[in-house]
């Protein structure tokens, strides 16, 4: 007998969250799957031949992304993929793609987003890897003070950061469209309490000109996400910077789109920096054609902040 492919119900969900908890370290999976009023709907679960457990799972992740033009479109993300250790090799993650692709363009998806170390489990259906880059080098030395007061971020500045983060993504190519919800549960899933990320003050109004999010990554500062006007680049760098030394980091990596502000900016932060290029992120077309997702996924600019991972 072979396991039977099917949605899931609110009754599968106490062995969603065993199966998630026995495969990842992550315990805000179950919190994000609940961000999807028609989560169940959207899970597909291979359900083992005895008919007593879940062997499988894989999720689709409606999100409002926008395309090479800045145009939001409905995209489904691909995510919280797991299988029993004693189920794999079955082919089972293969067939639960399929059922989730036909949901996805009964529900008029344009195309489909998957980040994975993984890449050969998803070729054979259909997702193609696109290239990513980042910057790394060792940490710079601290400079002196600059004119911006920085500090760590509060929940008293929700407001004004999703202001930033909307108006310095409002036509950016693979952005995300965060609702209310993901600023209460998503964003914090991924960057963790306020506090951990930094922000810039005017020093003349007060008024918030930039955010930024970096976390640690084994003996590396990794920069995750910046908002905000490029003039206070250089000086979130630094207190990034500050931050990895006090920590006792050696290295920093950054994870922001190519720009002449980067750019500028990065040698405040970074030493003997390099690009290094990586291909976690795949894509299949749905409704959009290959064209118009391959001008999206390489557009100048185009990047899928960690913040909004599935």
Same mark, same amino acid.
């Given at each position: 007998?072979?396991?039977? /492919? !099917?949605? *899931? %119900? #609110?009754? @599968?969900?106490?062995?969603? =969250? $065993? +199966?998630?908890?026995?495969?990842?370290?992550?315990?805000?999976?179950?919190?994000?799957?609940?961000?999807?009023?028609?989560?169940?709907?959207?899970?597909?679960?291979?359900?083992?031949?005895?008919?007593?457990?879940?062997?499988?799972?894989?999720?689709?992740?409606?999100?409002?992304?926008?395309?090479?033009?800045?145009?939001?479109?409905?995209?489904?993300?691909?995510?919280?993929?797991?299988?029993?250790?004693?189920?794999?090799?079955?082919?089972?993650?293969?067939?639960?793609?399929?059922?989730?692709?036909?949901?996805?363009?009964?529900?008029?998806?344009?195309?489909?987003?998957?980040?994975?170390?993984?890449?050969?489990?998803?070729?054979?259906?259909?997702?193609?890897?696109?290239?990513?880059?980042?910057?790394?080098?060792?940490?710079?030395?601290?400079?002196?003070?600059?004119?911006?007061? /920085? !500090?760590? *971020? %509060? #929940?008293? @500045?929700?407001?004004?950061? =999703? $202001? +930033?983060?909307?108006?310095?993504?409002?036509?950016?190519?693979?952005?995300?469209?965060?609702?209310?919800?993901?600023?209460?549960?998503?964003?914090?899933?991924?960057?963790?309490?306020?506090?951990?990320?930094?922000?810039?003050?005017?020093?003349?109004?007060?008024?918030?000109?930039?955010?930024?999010?970096?976390?640690?990554?084994?003996?590396?500062?990794?920069?995750?996400?910046?908002?905000?006007?490029?003039?206070?680049?250089?000086?979130?760098?630094?207190?990034?910077?500050?931050?990895?030394?006090?920590?006792?980091?050696?290295?920093?990596?950054?994870?922001?789109?190519?720009?002449?502000?980067?750019?500028?900016?990065?040698?405040?932060?970074?030493?003997?920096?390099?690009?290094?290029?990586?291909?976690?992120?795949?894509?299949?077309?749905?409704?959009?054609?290959?064209?118009?997702?391959?001008?999206?996924?390489?557009?100048?600019?185009?990047?899928?902040?960690?913040?909004?991972?599935?």
């Amino acid at each position: 007998m072979t396991a039977v /492919i !099917r949605t *899931a %119900t #609110a009754a @599968d969900d106490p062995a969603l =969250a $065993a +199966l998630w908890q026995r495969c990842f370290d992550a315990p805000q999976i179950a919190a994000l799957h609940a961000l999807d009023p028609d989560r169940h709907r959207h899970t597909f679960i291979a359900q083992n031949a005895a008919g007593d457990g879940i062997d499988a799972v894989v999720v689709y992740v409606p999100r409002l992304i926008r395309d090479a033009a800045g145009t939001p479109q409905r995209v489904g993300g691909i995510g919280s993929v797991a299988t029993r250790p004693e189920a794999r090799g079955q082919g089972l993650v293969r067939r639960l793609l399929v059922a989730a692709e036909r949901t996805m363009t009964a529900e008029q998806c344009a195309w489909s987003l998957l980040f994975t170390g993984t890449p050969g489990v998803y070729r054979g259906s259909g997702w193609q890897e696109f290239a990513g880059t980042y910057t790394e080098g060792t940490l710079a030395p601290s400079p002196a003070a600059g004119e911006f007061r /920085i !500090r760590e *971020a %509060t #929940a008293q @500045d929700a407001a004004e950061v =999703a $202001a +930033l983060h909307h108006a310095y993504n409002a036509d950016r190519p693979l952005s995300s469209l965060r609702a209310p919800e993901d600023w209460a549960v998503r964003v914090p899933a991924w960057y963790g309490p306020p506090d951990r990320s930094l922000v810039a003050e005017d020093p003349g109004s007060g008024a918030l000109v930039g955010w930024m999010v970096a976390q640690h990554e084994g003996e590396c500062v990794e920069v995750r996400e910046f908002a905000g006007a490029p003039e206070c680049l250089g000086e979130l760098f630094a207190a990034v910077g500050e931050r990895g030394r006090a920590a006792g980091m050696g290295r920093a990596r950054v994870r922001l789109p190519d720009g002449p502000g980067v750019r500028a900016a990065l040698p405040v932060l970074l030493a003997g920096a390099r690009q290094v290029a990586e291909h976690v992120g795949m894509a299949r077309p749905l409704h959009a054609t290959a064209e118009a997702v391959r001008a999206t996924v390489t557009a100048p600019g185009a990047v899928h902040w960690y913040g909004d991972c599935f």
